[in-house]
């Protein structure tokens, strides 16, 4: 087989074509499109608010976590050093001294709760509850963000066909405006006619320039939401989009309430949070129990005046007296042999001696009975109970406010479909007679000014078309949404 021997690269030539490559990049990227979809999900990943709420649904789960720690017992442990002058108590040796004494004192101790009026247990329902509730809550947030999009990923649509409309309109004042100037030089029309269409011209490069304009802040309104910085040339896609009939009945309005009651994240989280203030009210009722817990300790010390027996050291007394004589004198009888006396020697107690023989161990129960407590248990299952009120109270307002907007959303896009219809059937009427007007205007039948206000009105009717043709389809997209559909078209 042959080989092939590939030449040497300069680092010229390197650099040459890393830009090339870079350039492709860039152009590849600027190029690609993004579709809806894509939108959606690049807002729910980088989106700020979605960020934050997000880390108070981890702060939520921190405090699920810590409710579950709540049933296992505590362990701390403890180490002093002391010195104490004067006169005082050796806390080793219990005996009175009037030198420096050095002390050390370690200990482990440790306690469990037992029974607490079943508060930890109400605790970690509780917490769960609120962890739940966040993730609903995130998932709110993300729905009214998906629907942000969707509703500036409509209006860039809408802006590009108005541009499309104004362009349009524009190549034909322009072709007129060249009829208009011939049948002037032929004296079929009187000047004032040119001049008026040259007037109009001027007035539609200024709509196409205004439409142009807010397509620039469609799309701008669009990466904002996105939080897009480093996308430049930002296209989206174009799919092709029809209104199609709207099919939903009055009748239908209560199955797709029934359907968003089960599924829209406000109502679940609604109904957690219900339950949430209905478990606070047992813990805060929880406090009226006894409280039982077992409690243990593990201690030693060390003082440097205790001290311990090392050994003897022996005296001998040589010759010592044993007696006395019963004289006048009284004179001392001498043993004929020596005797010894022993003095004992001590020195200090070792630390790791001490450690083992001052050990000491406790364990025990604790019983409390809440007798009396400034009202504070009286108090707290009165705010708790107000708690209770107000979730339900709001749980209630959730749901009233859900059928609200799904049964405004209804007749919205009932109006929103009969406002299309009644506009296509205008343009179609308005199409019609602006060709008529045009051709009686070729053949001098009418003025420039009945022709241009014919234009103007076709012109104002395609305009109207194309925003009602939208906010049909976004109307039904809210409906699409409340049934539990994706947002896609």
């Known amino acids: 087989m042959k080989q092939y021997r590939f030449p040497k690269l300069r680092f010229s030539d390197l650099l040459l074509i890393s830009s090339l490559l870079f350039l492709l990049s860039q152009s590849g990227m600027a190029q690609t499109s993004w579709s809806l979809q894509k939108c959606i999900d690049y807002a729910l990943m980088n989106n700020i608010t979605i960020k934050s709420t997000e880390l108070n649904t981890q702060l939520a789960n921190q405090r699920v976590t810590q409710s579950y720690a709540a049933f296992l017992p505590n362990v701390n ?39 607490a009026g079943f508060q930890l247990q109400n605790s970690l329902k509780q917490s769960k509850l609120d962890y739940l509730s966040s993730t609903y809550d995130l998932k709110k947030i993300a729905n009214d963000i998906s629907l942000n999009v969707v509703s500036d990923y409509l209006q860039v649509l809408f802006s590009m066909e108005n541009v499309g409309v104004a362009n349009h309109s524009l190549e034909l004042i322009k072709k007129q405006q060249d009829n208009t100037k011939k049948l002037v030089d032929a004296g079929s029309l009187p000047r004032g006619s040119l001049l008026d269409i040259n007037a109009q011209v001027a007035n539609n490069e200024l709509a196409l320039i205004n439409a142009q304009n ?25 799919p092709k989009l029809t209104a199609t009939p709207f099919a939903i009945t009055a009748n239908e309005v209560g199955n797709i309430y029934a359907t968003a009651e089960k599924n829209q994240p406000e109502v679940i989280s609604s109904d957690l949070k219900l339950r949430s203030s209905e478990t606070g009210l047992a813990i805060a009722r929880g406090a009226r129990f006894p409280r039982l817990s077992l409690s ?94 107000t979730a339900k109270y709001n749980n209630q307002q959730v749901r009233l406010s859900l059928k609200k907007s799904i049964e405004q959303a209804y007749y919205d896009a009932s109006a929103a479909y009969k406002k299309y219809n009644a506009t296509t059937t205008s343009v179609e009427a308005l199409t019609e007679a602006f060709k008529y007007a045009q ?36 109307k039904t997209k809210i409906l699409d949404f409340y049934q539990g559909k994706t947002l896609t078209f």
């Open 439 to 474: 051709q009686k205007f070729d053949v001098g039948l009418i003025t420039s000014y009945d022709f241009l206000a014919a234009k103007n009105n076709l012109d104002k009717s395609q305009s109207d078309l194309i925003q009602t043709k939208y906010d049909y389809i976004f």
């Open 77 to 115: 442990g403890s180490a002093s050093h002391y010195y104490d002058f004067g006169r005082t108590i050796d806390p080793f040796t219990n005996t009175f001294t009037t030198n420096r004494v050095m002390s050390d004192n370690f200990s482990v101790t440790t306690s469990v709760t037992l029974f």
């Open 296 to 389: 243990g300790s593990y201690g030693t010390g060390y003082s440097d005046q205790r001290e311990q027996l090392k050994s003897y050291t022996t005296t001998i007394i040589p010759n010592p007296v044993i007696g006395y004589v019963s004289d006048s004198v009284g004179t001392p009888v001498r043993s004929y042999l020596p005797q010894a006396i022993g003095n004992p020697v001590y020195e200090k107690t070792p630390f790791k001696e001490q450690l083992t023989d001052n050990l000491n161990k406790t364990v025990g129960f604790n019983l409390s009975f809440p007798f009396f407590n400034n009202w504070n248990t009286k108090t707290n299952i009165s705010r708790a109970k107000i708690a209770v009120l």
């Open 214 to 238: 807010n397509l620039d802040l469609s799309y701008l309104s669009l990466k904002q939401l996105l939080d897009l910085d480093s996308v430049k040339d930002f296209q989206i896609e174009k």
